[in-house]
Every structure is written in structure tokens, then in C-alpha cells.
């Protein structure tokens, strides 16, 4: 095919994100976004690589942004939603409405929050020896693709007041707890170190936390997992971008019938993996320590969108109801042979109850 009749089928996003000059990384899974090689990037004033994992299916995408030591990344807005995971270092963000008083809040690594859609944001590195490194999710490619028109959607006045109305204490105010361990708040401190609850139905001894940030339709969870464990398989739509913030390990991924083509992806701190619309995908844990990711993606409940995300897709229901789980009494005796095989590398005790297959 002619060169031009390739770029006549990007997508609108595609062509802008190659217009950007910045490394484009396609991958199933990243090892450690801290390590991802970044290219200058003129229209931030800072460094940058997209991350365009296999899995996420033009629904939504993620880059990282590193800010040099001292600096600042440019003011922008938009009209796409971003979700941003601080992965190094220390600094502050400003964020405001056209004309409307300039709201600024600290972050470090482990801090997660929500840039209210359309809302000008700016984003400064106080430390005058490091880095600052962010990976942040957008909506981006839904948003543009749908309008195709990026003066639109890069050059809006539309001002969300629904969305930020410039308080002061929009990102200081203390979150509030909502049913089925749903935290809304603006702003998390450190997901690395804030509390976590019960959740039974996903086994593995895990306990969770959502959060909505911002009303947002991107939304988020944190999850961890003791040693020597690991959760029960199940599937959902795309576009779950889910960062290791703690602990080693690996995960299965695979389609429905397919179980011979397991893909198995091996994680540490800092590496991130997208998976597969609708594959079944099982976390590990072999490390020495508890493991917790963080987990970016639709599935708002205050704002669901797509069907078979977030509690629209009966993520902790078993198959044999109707649900979108492999429960441990159902699951292939592979799964539990090759996490015994890995533990026994890292001299790990497994801490999973018998099944009827291994009695
Ligand atoms: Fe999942």
C-alpha cells in the first residue's frame, strides 16, 4: 500500500500522536515505566513516550511525562479526561478555569488524581536535583476520533463548571466513603499506603479500594494481595491499565478456548500490562511482600459507560452464574502447578487453600 493510503487510515488520535515527535512504545505490557526512554516534547515543554499497550483498543491511551529537575511542563487543557499516577519524585499542579481562581496541590510518588475535564492544568517539579515522573491515562483517542476535529478538542471555551467549580479546597477536602468500597475524592496522597478493605469474592485474601476522582469517567482501583497467594481469573472489556505499585510477580492472561495460548507476563514495581478485551487474566503473587497494583480504567460507578466494565461486567461473579470469574474449585490444575513451580524459585511458602485436585 502507497504511503499515503496508510495515513489515510489512521485514526485521528494516531496521526496526532506520531505528529507529536515522541517515542511511541506498542507494546503487550511495559516492564518498568520508570526506565521508558522519553523524547523532548515541544508542545508540553518536557519529555515524553506514548504508551500504546496492544489491549486498549483505540478506547483510551496513556504516555509518560517526565519534567527535568526545576522544571515545568506547560499549561494545557482539553477536552479528555486524565487520570494522572505519579512514578517519581515531587512537585505541584495548578489547575483552573478560564478566568477562574488558580487552585494549586502538592503531589510525590504514589499520588494519584484526576484532571477535571477541560480545565487548564499546569504542572511543576519543585526539586532542583531530579526528575518528575508521571504515567498519566486519557480518553484521548475516544474523544478525538469521535470529533475528529482537534482545534475542538485542543482549543475548547467550554468551561465544565459541573465538573470543577474552583474551590479552594477541591483537591485538600477530605474524600468521602461511598457503598462498595468506593472512595470519592479528588486528590489520593500516596495509593501505596491508603487503607484498604475487604473483598472476599476475588479471593486470594485481597483487599481493594476504588476511587472516583473528579466525576470522572476514567476511574480507578488499588489492589493487594498477600504472599504466597494469588486471585481468582476473570474477564472484562478493555482498556484496564494496571501499574504494579508493590511486590513481584507474574500474570496469565488468555481468550476463552485458547487455554494451550496462556500468555504470561512477569511483574516488579513500576511495570504495567493492558489486559486483552474479554481475556480471562490471573494475578500472581511470588515475591517476599504483599503485592498491590493500580488498576486505570472505565468503569465509573457513578458514571458507567461500557458495557462489561467495572461492575457492568459481573467481574466477581462466577461463570457458572452468569458472571465474568473462574472460581478456584473451577480453574485449570496448570494454574495452581506453575505458581507452586514459582514460588518454589523464590523459596515462597504457598499460602492458597487445597483444591480438589490437589488434595
Ligand atoms: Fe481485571
Known sequence: MAEKDKSKNLTTHRKWIEGQGIPILSEFSVPNLKEVKVGSWE????????IVLDAVEDINDAYVLEMSAGSSARAERHMYEEVVYVLSGRGASTVWNEGGPKRTFEWHEGSLFAIPLNAWHQFFNVQEDKHARFYVVSSAPLVMNLFHNLDFVLNNPYIFQDRFDGRKDFFNAEGQEMAGRVWETNFVEDVRTFPLLDWKERGGGGINRLFELADSTLTCHVSQFPVGTYKKAHRHGAGANVIIVQGQGYSLLWEEGKESQRVKVDWKVGGVLAPPNMWFHQHFNTGADPAKYLAIRWGSRKFPLFKNVGER?????????GGNQIE???EHPYIRKLFEEELAKNGVQCKMPPTKYNK
Open 43 to 50: 508542545r508540553l515543554g518536557a519529555y515524553g513516550a506514548f
Open 313 to 321: 461486567g459481573k467481574v466477581d461473579v462466577s461463570v457458572k452464574e
Open 328 to 330: 478456584y474449585e473451577d
